[in-house]
């Protein structure tokens, strides 16, 4: 393990232990509206002071980009991208599905170093560029189903903006007829993490922010999965809408993006 993935790994399960420590212990004060249907709780912002804490120590040169406004542009060319705690609602309401999630992304806006840990099940995912990817330390690999009525898909559901939700109905249509089952965790860390180890079979959602979904995305491919942009693109960083599943479902779901998010889909140069 290198030094990087070292210090994610240490500064998530430090996160960890706060998140456990008041789940379920929440009062109104500590909750805050950030803004429309979205909130922040200190919780949030105690997680984010301690993993940047963590890592300003151990990298001082390098930047950071998080959720909860901890950016900071570093010198080596190098970002750490990070949601201190996945699933904010879930945590609000003691729905115990939630996570932290830390990613390393090198000058060439690559993820190269992913962390997302799950403290209620004690469940750490891990990957590294070209090593590979792993929960608790065993090597994972994405699912090898193929048959439909056999597919488990997860997806993040609109709920602060409507204008294309029209377009995100009319592909759940498709996706239910073409699957077993759709689960909605509430987490597109979780989400990203589940497709890796194989107990998704893919994942979609439409506009999702970097801190949810870097780690995820190297889990994945790291895992032998595919992950682009709903317009099929390898830069996910570039339009926020992420697919990802095997070499068998995520053609499937790519095509049915492209047929119902055309509209919503940047031009082609």
């Not at 959720?67 to 115990?96: C, M, Q, Y």
């Not at 932290?100 to 060439?108: E, M, Q, Y």
């Not at 595919?226 to 479902?249: K, L």
Request: one cysteine or more; a negative charge.
């Amino acid at each position: 393990m290198s030094r990087e993935l070292d210090t994610a790994v240490k500064a998530a399960k430090e996160a960890g232990k706060i998140t456990l420590d008041r789940f379920g212990k929440l009062s109104r004060t500590e909750i805050h509206p950030k803004e429309y249907k979205d909130f922040v709780t200190e919780v949030d912002r105690a997680c984010e002071r301690c993993i940047t804490g963590a890592i300003a120590e151990a990298f001082p040169l390098d930047g950071t980009l998080c959720e909860e406004g901890g950016t900071a542009k570093g010198a080596s060319g190098r970002t750490w991208i990070v949601d201190p705690l996945d699933g904010t609602l879930n945590f609000i309401h003691s729905f115990p599905v939630f996570s932290i999630s830390i990613a390393l992304r090198d000058a060439g806006n690559e993820p190269v170093a992913g962390v997302v840990y799950q403290p209620v099940l004690d469940e750490l995912f891990t990957a590294e560029k070209g090593r590979g990817a792993y929960l608790n330390g065993n090597r994972i690999g994405v699912s090898q189903r193929k048959d439909p009525e056999h597919l488990l898909v997860a997806t993040g559901i609109p709920f602060k903006e409507y204008h294309y939700l029209d377009a995100y109905t009319a592909m759940l249509k498709e996706v239910a007829r073409d699957s077993a089952g759709i689960r909605r965790a509430g987490s597109a860390a979780i989400d990203l993490a589940y497709t890796a180890c194989g107990r998704f079979d893919a994942f979609w959602e439409y506009k999702l922010l970097p801190w949810d979904f870097s780690a995820g995305v190297l889990l994945v491919r790291e895992a032998g999965g595919i992950v682009t942009g709903f317009d099929g693109s390898q830069n996910v960083y570039a339009h926020h809408s992420i697919i990802a599943g095997t070499p068998h479902t995520h053609p499937r779901l790519l095509d049915m993006a492209r047929r119902n998010f055309g509209a919503h889909l940047p031009a082609k140069d």
